[in-house]
């Protein structure tokens, strides 16, 4: 190598060609996806620990005070529909969205329901000790899998702050049979308040800030020196690490991965308007991440079980969760709208499951999978409908039962992927969803 | 297909013996139709029809009657349907000239007879040729015969169901018509009655050339020059000195030879040293942390379901086994008859996981390889396994039973795996008991302990199925690709790259009393194992043209034709060259230690440990996850993932334990420059110590070039390295 900056100008050129996963305009990490589906992504909020459907999108007011609560209603832009006071600002906009007060998977423990939400599987025995791995591939790594990255450099699948659930002690998030390529890439920690500096994940930073002369001729001299020939390997194994590779040299080299997470690129307007918590700057964050063009996002609305309010329920909710989770996804939906994403990004919030009717000793709320709520929008789904009823008191459906699968399987229609493919593992067929159609009334 | 309805004209149609095999054949029990859980549309059948009564009662009693009309029988939903009369949403799947209509309209005009007693009972299916050698496009027809237990043969051509297991191999009609439709080797496979039998058919992928000039080292080689021939394959040239000896290194003892050894060695004249090379390396003391550390994940061993004591005992005693080099049947016989404490006894641990079916199937993979899971609900879809095979092995462990015990631990209160007096398995739809049976063997028991029986079988010197499970799994382990493969899916329909070699070996171990030194030795020896792994041409053929020869591939799918008549074989099934192998992540990361002269220290155990040596994988380590350490919850060689990912990539860039440990001040760069190194000593020593060679001139010159300009020759050392390190030279096993 003669001189420094020949190097890295060699390297320049060379990684110029094939950028990343991209090989003469063709994404070689994809499989087939349906074409131009109405959906371009989707950001899914996970509210874990499973929040009360009673006190936040299926308001009883008639019921006895010991199921109502002590949270009123108000009156939403949808007439006859009624959310919880501390919900203002999405009651302003229920005509941008749909709510499914109907939604149930019947699986009342934390760990299969959380396996069940962001899978569709059930996955009996689910626990933090011997099965705390994924049973099945996670939505976003299907998603993933089959539509890949939309640009060089950038992931298919993002994680905020991390795949961790259950106080990170779970992690369904993740790829399971389709293999590391499709596990989520996670944003790390999102600042807590609008106010604090974001740290872009150590790996893509160069180590202790090397001078970008000296990694480039790092990069030259590996150029140079590794001749081992790539198609020795019958496995496609090396083929497949020089892809890695390139794309990781890409996020390096090209940051757009660091200018989508960095919050930092935001004025302080807007990471208040989020609210200055840590709710609002990762749903800032998923933002960024839609703009950027990630396929799939999911953002945990929880760092510890925050919605599992088996004590003090109003209290949490009225302090620590609704008014932040209700400025966090407003701002997002209308940022989307300014931005003219909103058509082409779905956006979900779903729950680990309901809590029980029946307020308990503890003034609080208990685990209940026989009904709970999810709000859907965006991604070229119709608006303004709130579908399904609960019965009185919210333990079961009444009108309209919509299975949680169904929920996915919408999600993965507008995203343009059929369900109904198989992928083998283990010498059986497995397909994306064993169950769950799209929901009529939403497309 | 003759009008003739069956080759018994005047004989009933039976239900179990004709008309099932038809819907077999159609396809309507199949698991994406009628054979699924809940079948479909109301209609219910078995899984390829392994229970007759509960599918004869859902045709005649099912659907009000309306699927059966003994007055009309062509009204029958079991005919309109089919035929698409009537709405089906399965499609059209019979016509009405067809032989398999005419039988089932014979039959529901007998009165739809069901399941008999007297029904004949099937000995065996014989399928004719066993095995064809056809060029592409050639056709052969595949008979198939079925005996009965009375004697009674019939031609089952239109009741058996023929399939292709690589239809891009061959292809093959219903009745059994074989078209070669690509290069290389699959079966058909032959499903009556809950049998399957198979027809190999071998494509030639061209010409040998060289083969009798190829050094046959033992009878590996021997058998291989044969399949080469049959195959029309030809194997390329042997590895360069180098090349072996980092290579029986890495696959042995997962350690890389230090720069002194490797000078040695290429130093060293004599005829024979490649011989004594391998036996040297069996010898070292790494042998046993490696062996333990990959049975460790077959037996998955890791404290969060063994608990910390159990985890270390059973490590202990692997580590004590592998030292010993203990003979591999009572290896198995010691953990398949443990009892008493899993703290104190390590085979114990086997039996901590799970209860009856676990150990049923955990045994059946680890020392079988063989996937036994399918059966215990259905009759297994690719293999001769039943309901009842599965649970006549389960029957073995009927008696084990797990217990706390105040006799063991030092305030007692362990638990411990025990024998009981009784116990039985009944077959989970009859309820029949079921005494002990290995697979496709007569029953065995044992008074004391069944599972004794178990283990006398499995080392029984006329019962070669332990010993090629074992054969398999090490000649995978060495070439990265079972002869079988996957490697833990060893059954009939699968049939290994070279079976005579398989079974050779086989023979081989057992002859040698298990001794799996000796089959590694072997292995090792072989001419086979020590070829190229970077030339992949067969020796004597001229390269198509130089351009097309250095011309990159560029990415995966996207073959240059040049290389395809190089190497036809493109997955390397039948080792005409040596395939790289991905190091594992402990492999990495050692590799890496040792090459940066450093140490990486694990928690709870001393500095020194290396990865390879750990227990499990509860030592919490970023590296070693990123690149594929499994969890070892199953008893599968899947579990470990070598797929690549974008966290390793940034790893091995930007991350900070590579880069760390390069610039390591107690590291080897620093006690170079310490020592005043001349650099292009330091630049041959860190070739050696990490691809195990010297460097090229233009490899030395590339170096020194970028060490000259460089801010400081430390500097200019790191950089090299750290290059060094995320070649593909460094990171593959060639």
Known sequence: MPNTSASRRAFLQASGVAAGAFVGGRNVFAESTNANPPAKRAIVFLLQGGCSQLDTWDMKPEAPAEYRGEFDSIATATPGYRLCEHMPMLAARTNQFNVLRSVHHGTPSHEAAI?????????????????????????????????????????????????????????????????????????GPVPVDADSPYRVPQPLVMFRDMPVTRFGDRQGLLQQLDKFQRDADATGMMTGMDQFRRTALDMINHPVTQAAIDLSQETRETRLRFGSNKFGQRALMARRLAEAGVPFTLVNLSDNQDWDTHTDNFNAMKTRLLPLLDRAVATLLDELSERGLLDSTLVAVVSEFGRTPKINNNVGRDHWSDVFSVMLTGGGLKTGQVLGTSNARAEIPQDRPIHYNDVLATIYRQLGIATDRVFMHEGRPVPILYQGTPIPELI | MAASVSTRADEPISFVNDVQPILTKLGCNQGACHGAQYGQGGFKLSLRAFDDNADYTELIRGAYGRRIKGSTPQESLLLTKPLMDVPHGGGRRIKKDSWAFQTLVAWLKQNAPGPVATDRKLKQVVVTPSEAILQSGQTAQVAAKAVYEDGFEEPIERKASFDSMNTSVAEVTPEG??????????????????????????????????????????????????????????????????????????????????????????????????????DRVLQRPEYMDFWAYKWGDLLRNNRNSLQKKGMWSLHNWLRASFRDNKPMDQFA??????????????????????????????????????????????????????????????????????????????????????????????????????????????????????????????????????????????????????????IDDMRVTNPAANSELLDALARDLIAHNYDVKHLMRTIMRSHVYQLSATERRAEGVNPPSAAANSAPRELGGLTSPARQDANPDGDNRYVTHFSPTRLKAEQLLDAVDFACGTQEKFPEVPLGFRAIALPDSNFPNEFLDAFGRPRRVITCECERSDTPSMTQALLMISGGLLNRKVADSNGRIAKLVKANTPDDQVVDELVLCSLSRMPTPDEKQAALAEIATASSPQEGYEDFLWTLLNTREFQFNH
Request: proline fraction near 7%; charged fraction near 20%; glycine fraction near 8%.
């Open chain 1, 115 to 187: 396996h069940w939400v962001l899978t569709g599987y059930d996955y009996p025995g689910a626990n933090t000790t011997t099965k705390n791995r994924n049973d099945k591939p996670s939505v976003g790594s299907f998603v993933a899998k089959v539509k890949g990255s939309s640009q060089p450099g950038l992931p298919a699948y993002f994680c905020v702050p991390d795949k961790g659930q259950l106080g990170d002690r779970v992690r369904y998030a993740d790829s399971h049979f389709l293999g590391m390529a499709y596990a989520p890439f996670e944003s």
């Open chain 2, 177 to 278: 018509l074989v078209t070669a439709t690509g290069k290389s080797e699959t079966v058909v496979m032959v499903r009556y009655l809950g049998t399957v039998s198979v027809c190999r058919i071998v494509v030639p992928f061209g010409q040998s050339v060289g083969l009798e000039n190829f050094a046959k080292n033992n009878f590996v080689d021997e058998l291989w020059v044969e399949k080469w021939r049959k195959t029309g394959l030809s194997p390329t040239k042997n590895c360069t000195d180098e090349e072996f000896f980092r290579r029986i290194h890495l696959s042995t003892i997962a350690t890389l030879p230090t720069p002194d050894e490797i000078k040695a060695f290429l130093a060293d004249t004599d005829p024979d040293k490649r011989n004594k090379a391998i």
């Open chain 2, 333 to 486: 016989t010691e953990l398949i008859t443990a009892v008493g404490s899993p703290y104190q006894n390590g085979p114990v641990n086997f039996f901590v996981n799970g209860y009856q079916e676990e150990w049923t199937e955990a045994t059946a993979a680890t020392f079988l390889g063989v996937r036994v899971q399918c059966a215990k609900c259905h009759h297994h879809p690719y293999e001769n396994i039943s309901q009842a095979d599965y649970h006549s092995l389960r029957a073995f462990f009927a008696r084990v039973g797990k217990k706390s015990s105040w006799e063991f631990g030092i305030q007692g209160g362990e638990f411990v795996i025990y024998v009981n007096d009784t116990g039985e398995v009944g077959h989970p739809r009859t309820g029949a008991i079921l005494p002990p049976k290995p697979l496709g063997a007569p029953p065995a028991d044992d008074p004391v302990d069944r599972r004794r029986a178990l283990a006398a079988w499995l080392s029984d010197k006329s019962n070669p199925a332990y010993a090629r499970n074992l054969a398999n799994r090490y000649w995978g382990y060495y070439f990265g690709r079972g002869l079988v493969s996957p």
